[in-house]
């Protein structure tokens, strides 16, 4: 078979704030049933998580990410939230994950980087979202 072109994709990326109370056992399951259904939807990407705060990135179709991020928007195991970029693209930065989850209890020198604040305030200018990106990669 011929080669066909490469396929557009969708990269968002959001931070909120999360309302489970530092419980790492309940964030772990909710990035492993993400990872399952990710996975299912041909969806990947990453959650960043400390000091309740989630930053996530999602990766794949514009329809499927569509649909995902508003089941996301209404969950209510978060509030605040914002996306801090809403992008098409031809490649994934999270080839191989379906939901990396990065503990930013595990590494402390990640926080940082995601602190809500910084995230949120920050202009567009002022965040490397390579660095930010390699940081949890």
Do not use: C, W
Not at 71 to 92: A, C, F, G, Q
Request: net charge negative; charged share 25%.
């Amino acid at each position: 078979p011929g080669r066909r072109g490469m396929s557009t994709l969708r990269s968002l990326k959001y931070v909120s704030r999360s309302l489970l109370n530092g419980d790492l056992g309940a964030i772990e399951d909710l990035q492993r049933a993400a990872a399952a259904r990710n996975a299912e939807h041909g969806v990947t990407g990453a959650m960043y998580y400390d000091n309740h705060v989630f930053f996530q990135v999602l990766e794949g179709a514009p329809d499927v990410i569509a649909q995902l991020f508003e089941n996301i928007s209404r969950d209510p195991r978060h509030t605040d939230l914002h996306v801090l970029s809403d992008i098409t693209t031809e490649h994934r930065f999270f080839q191989k994950s379906s939901m990396k989850f990065v503990s930013g209890q595990l590494d402390p020198s990640l926080a940082e980087h995601f602190a809500y604040d910084v995230l949120f305030e920050a202009s567009r200018e002022e965040i490397n979202e390579r660095e930010v990106m390699l940081r949890i990669a």
